[in-house]
């Protein structure tokens, strides 16, 4: 039983390294999405916006994609374009 308990907090600690280094990347690329937004003219972020946001309707209507993944995507693309962190 010791054994079992070790192996699963063993792994439980992979999966939290896993998720801190996926978190990185994620809040990493939200800066560099950022920084690119802020350097160019608002006719160019619409026009981004608006690309993603078609790609998102797309991707929404795909008989393969789960409607509520494409509703959360859909808030954090929109949430990152029109109130960006940094």
Do not use: W
């Not at 939290?16 to 006719?43: H, N």
Request: hydrophobic share 45%; net charge negative; charged share 30%.
């Amino acid at each position: 039983m010791k054994n079992l308990i070790a192996e699963l907090l063993l792994k439980l600690a992979a999966k939290e390294e896993e998720s801190k280094e996926l978190t990185a990347q994620v809040e990493a690329l939200e800066i560099v999405v950022t920084a690119m937004l802020r350097k160019m003219d608002e006719v160019q972020r619409e026009e981004i916006n608006a690309g993603i946001e078609d790609a998102i309707q797309k991707a929404a209507h795909d008989a393969s994609a789960n409607q509520q993944d494409a509703s959360l995507l859909q808030g954090y693309v929109q949430k990152l374009l029109t109130h960006p962190r940094f």
